[in-house]
């Protein structure tokens, strides 16, 4: 899985990437054709605003949003709303078949 990291006149420090990382990185334990993640982040105002694509395969697609007081927290968020995504679609790919 690869990670990329772009933000709105921010720079991401290496601790917030490894926490990022090690957060998204649990995707991968339900749902292992994911080939790219990129993880947008804004600051508005006082909010941690985080965003996140995920890629899955040639045509698959996933997206999830989350704003909060802390990075960390907006992270959690963002990978506990894609972890129920991938459920959702790996349950949908099984019940296809």
Request: proline letters at 1%; aromatic letters at 10%; glycine letters at 2%.
């Amino acid at each position: 899985m690869h990670l990329e990291f772009s933000g709105q006149h921010v720079s991401f420090s290496p601790e917030y990437k490894d926490f990022a990382a090690k957060k998204l990185s649990r995707l991968e334990k339900h749902f292992e054709h994911i080939t790219d993640v990129h993880v947008f982040y804004r600051l508005k105002g006082q909010d941690h605003h985080v965003e996140a694509t995920v890629h899955a395969n040639a045509s698959e697609q996933l997206y999830a949003e989350s704003t909060s007081s802390t990075y960390e927290s907006a992270i959690n968020n963002l990978a506990q709303k894609l972890d129920r995504q991938i459920l959702k679609h790996k349950e949908k790919l099984k019940n296809h078949r």
